[in-house]
């Protein structure tokens, strides 16, 4: 384990956590790679911004039980933890939101560059999340 990279990569969630956007953005690379979830690739600092506005306007997230490896020389990552969410507003393509609750395994991969994130990969089971809003 690398411990730079592990507390970046814990920084990065603790400010996602906190809601704290600005600290969160300041993490990464002005460059920075963003792999949506069975999505595109969005790159750059300001993308990043427009998609956290999106999923904070219509979604309420928090993570737990967090684990975070890093490879030897810093420069991968990855984290394993569990989405507690709430869907508040309807994201497009998606399920009508009604306030529903939400509980889901997820992971994430980075490519770290000069002690910031220059890449983050994000995996989870959306048929899983689609079948539990639809429950609601």
């Known amino acids: 384990m690398n411990k730079e990279s592990q507390t970046l990569i814990e920084k990065y969630y603790a400010a996602f956590n906190a809601g ?79 306030g529903q609750k939400y509980r889901l395994p997820a992971g994430a991969f980075f490519d770290i560059r000069d002690g910031k994130v220059a890449r983050i990969t994000n995996y989870y089971n959306l048929q899983d999340w689609i079948a539990q809003v639809e429950k609601g």
């Not at 569990?82 to 497009?92: H, K, N, S």
């Open 20 to 98: 704290q956007m600005d600290t969160f953005l300041s993490l990464l690379t002005d460059d920075v790679i963003h792999d949506i979830n069975q999505g595109q690739r969005e790159i750059g600092r300001e993308a990043f911004r427009e998609f956290m506005n999106r999923m904070n306007r219509n979604y309420k997230e928090q993570l737990v039980d967090m684990v975070i490896m890093t490879s030897e020389d810093g420069k991968r990552a990855a984290a394993e933890f569990v989405v507690l969410g709430e869907y508040l507003v309807t994201d497009e393509g998606l399920p009508p939101a009604k």
